[in-house]
C-alpha cells in the first residue's frame, strides 16, 4: 500500500471516528479528552490546550479536505464552549475547567491562549465570521503582550537566572502562519523573521546541532538543569515548522539547515538499546531531572515522521529516508491499537504503553490526526511526482 | 547477620561516609546534593529541602548515637548556610539557591519551612543554642501561619475545587515532635491530636482502608485526577510518624489502626508482577495522571520498611513479618550500589536503576540515612528483647 494511503486511511477510519465517538459532550458542548482504551470517558475535567486544539483539527480538516457539515458542527461545539468559558476577566485563557464551564486552574501560562488562538482563526475561516477573526487576533494580540512574562504572577523563578525558552518562539512560527488571514501581512512576516532567527541562530546550537530547551537572555548557554536539557520531539517538531516557512519563502539555506538539525537531533535522541526516540536527555550526559525520560511518548514520533516526510519532500536525501524508514517502523508497530482504534500515547523505554489512555490532560485529538493529515498530504505530492 | 547489624554497618560503613566525602561545599557552605553514581558533583544548584534534611540528618544522629564533632561540624555548615541565605524578606524559605545562595525559586509552598524547622531544632537540641531554638520556633510559627494558603500567590487553582492535602498534616504529626522541646507542651499535643485525627479519620478511608492525597474540606471523596490519588509510600510513611505517636501515647486502638493500614496500603500499591512498590496509584483503576506511576522509588521502599520494622516490634504479627520479608528481600536486591556506594533512587518498573544519580534535586542525604538508623535501633531493640 502506498504510504499516503496508510495515513490517509488511518485518519478516516480509524482515529477520527474514535473522536467523533466518543469525546462530544453532549449535555454543555465542549470535548470529553479524558477517554481510556476504549473510549470511556474516565474524567470529566476540561483541559483549554486540548479543547483548542480539537476545535482547530475539525476546523483545519473543513478547511483543507472537505467541507462536511459534521466537521464544522464538531468544531463548534468547542469554540462555543472556550468561548462562553475560557476566559478570565482580563481575557486570559484558564488551563483547565470542570466539564460544565466552572474555571479550575489559573491561566498560568500562555499555552492555552495559543491553542485557542489558533483555533479561533481557522473557525473564522471556516465560517467566513469575521468576529471570530477578530477574536483570534484579540487573543494574538494578548498573547505578544504577555510574552515576555508568560507565566505572569506564578512565575516561580526570582529572576536571579533569567532564562528565555524555545517554547513560545516555536509555537509562535507556527501560530503566526496559522493566523496570517487576519493579522497584518507586514506583521507575520516580522514575526517570521525573528522566530525563523531565535529557532535557528540562537535556540540551535552550532557546535552539537541541537536544539536546547532554555539559553541565558544573551543567547549563551547555561550550566543547569534547565540549561542542559534537550527534548528532541520539540526540536523536531519546530523543524517541520521551519520547512513549512522554508517552503513558502523559497528559503533553500533553511530547508538545508532544518533537514541537518532533523538529522542530529535523531542521532542523539534515538534509544540504541530499544528503539524509539527518547522523552528528555541531559546535552552532556548528566542525570536528568524528569523522572519520564526514557520514555517513548506518541507526539514525538509522530512529529518526527512529520518533520521526515516533509524533509524527504524537500531534500530528497537518503540519510533521511533511512531515519523514516526507522522511525516509522517503531511508531507504526508501537503505537496504534488495532483493538480499540487510536494510538497509545505513553511507552516505556521498552515500547510498552504503561499508561493505556487514549486521551487524558495532555493527550488529545491533536497531534496523531494532525501528523496523519500531514504526512497524507506530503506523501501524495511525493508519489505524484514519482508517477509523472 | 542481624538485621540491626544489616542497617547499622550500611548506615556507618557506606551511606554516611558518601555524603561525607562528596557533599560537602567547601568553599560556601552548604550541600551539593547533585551528585552522580560515583559521587561526583555534577550540579551546583542548592534545593533548600534537602539543606534543611542533610542538616537535620547529622543533627540527629549527634544528638541520638554519638557527640561526634565532625558530625557537628557537617550539620553547621547547612544551618550556617541556611540561616544567611534561606529566607527572604517575609521569612519564607525559598525553594532553591545558587551554590552561592543567591536565590533561584521562591518560596512557593511551605515544606522548604518544614525542613528548614526540622534542622534548626535539632542543631538547637544539639548545641544548647537558644537562638537557634527560637529561630525554630519562629519558622514553625510561620508555617501554621501559611497553613491554610501553603503556596500563597503561587496557587494555580481557582478555588472552584477546593481539596485539602494530605501532606500537610502528615508532616506536621512529625514535625511538632522534632520541635517538641521548643515548644509548648500543650501546642503539641493538641497538633498531634488535630494530625493523628486527620491523617487516621479523614484521608484513611474505612471502606478501602487507604489513604488519598486530597479530599473535599468536608472530608468526602472528589472525583478528579487528585481525589482519586493514591501514594502508597506517602501513606506508609506517615503510618510510623502514627505508629511513634501510638507508642508515645500507649494508644493501641492507633497502632493497630496503622497497623492494618500498612498491610492494605502493601496489598494495594505492591506490583505482583515485578515485585516493589508502585510510586502512584489511581484509586479505582482509572488511567493515572503521573507518568512515573509505575516506578521503584527508594523512598518508598526505605519508608515501607521502617514502617513495617516498626509495626512488627508493636504487635509482632506474623502478616507484617511476612510483608517485611518481602521488602526487604526487594529493597535490598535492588537498591543498594555496592559498586559506588549509596542507594540508587529511580528503578523503572522492571527494577532497573534508570537515572543512576545519588542524589539530585529531591533525592538527598536523607531517606536513605534515616531509615537506615531507624531500622537500626528498632531491631536492636526487637533483638534484645528476643534475647531476654
Known sequence: MKYSKT??????DDVLPFWETHSLDTENGGYFTCLDRKGRVYDEDKFVWLQGRQAWL???????????????EMAKTGIDFLEKYGRDTQGNFYFSLTCDGRPLVQPYNIFSDCFAAMAFSQYARATGNQEVGNMARLIYTNILSRKETPKGSYEKSTGNRPLKGFALPMILSNLVLELEHVLDSKEVEKTIDICVDEVMRVFLREDSNLIYEYVNPDGSLNNSFEGRLINPGHGLEAMWFMMDIGVRRNDLGLIQKAKQTI???LDF???????????FKDAVGHPPQQ???????????LEALVALVKAYEQTGCDKIWQWYEKVHEYAWSHF???ENGEWFGYLNRQGEPHITLKGGKWKGCFHVPRALY???????????????
Not at 535522541?269 to 522523552?279: L, P
Not at 500531514?374 to 509523472?388: A, S, Y
Request: negative net charge; charged residues 25%; proline residues 3%.
Open 263 to 265: 538529522l542530529s537531533l
Open 336 to 338: 496504534p491499537d488495532p
Open 58 to 72: 475539525f476546523s483545519m480538516l473543513y478547511n483543507t479536505v472537505e467541507k462536511r457539515s459534521d466537521w464544522l
Open 269 to 279: 535522541g534515538w534509544d540504541q538499546q530499544y528503539g524509539g526516540i527518547f522523552y
Open 7 to 12: 495515513y490517509k486511511n488511518a485518519l478516516f
Open 291 to 301: 523522572l519520564e525520560h526514557d520514555q517513548k511518548l506518541w507526539w514525538v514520533h
Open 374 to 388: 500531514q504526512c497524507w498530504k506530503t506523501f501524495e505530492r511525493i508519489e505524484n511526482k514519482e508517477n509523472k
